[in-house]
């Protein structure tokens, strides 16, 4: 599954130039990958299942912390909406993942988690790379903060 959402998302070359680091963002996601796939099923079976509200989204974001003077409701939904955008594609081949209109499915969930520790740890005096920045964001703000329920 996790081959599948690199393969999907749009967390690429234009956006991690440095191939190391892009490889270490799918390992550290990879390291976190069941565990964030439970969340994911967890807001989503809450919100507009299979899919993740922007709402929802936003609540997650404020439950974990990850709100401060880097990253205000703007920048939150920039994330949303970066990650949320649909490309077209001419490519016959090319695969097509159709969702619920303004909602996160699985793969846009592991890269709206990458979006938001670049805007919350990628900046001068924080982090140098988008994997410290992403393995920060794990350990202070998600982690620590968000444990969804039993079934």
Known sequence: MHE?????WKIGPKMIKDDED????QKILLEH???????????????????LTQLDYSHFVQKCSILDKNVNLAAVDRSFIATNVRKTSNDPNAMRVETQGN?????????????????KFKSPGLTQTFSEALQRLMRECILPNYQPAEW
């Open 33 to 51: 990958y069941v565990y964030l796939k439970k969340v994911f099923i967890y807001l989503s079976s809450k919100s507009l299942y299979p899919n």
């Open 22 to 25: 892009r490889l270490q963002v």
């Open 103 to 119: 909602a996160l499915c699985r793969f846009e969930f592991m890269e709206v988690i990458v979006r938001l520790a670049t805007e």
């Open 4 to 8: 599948i959402d690199v393969e999907l």
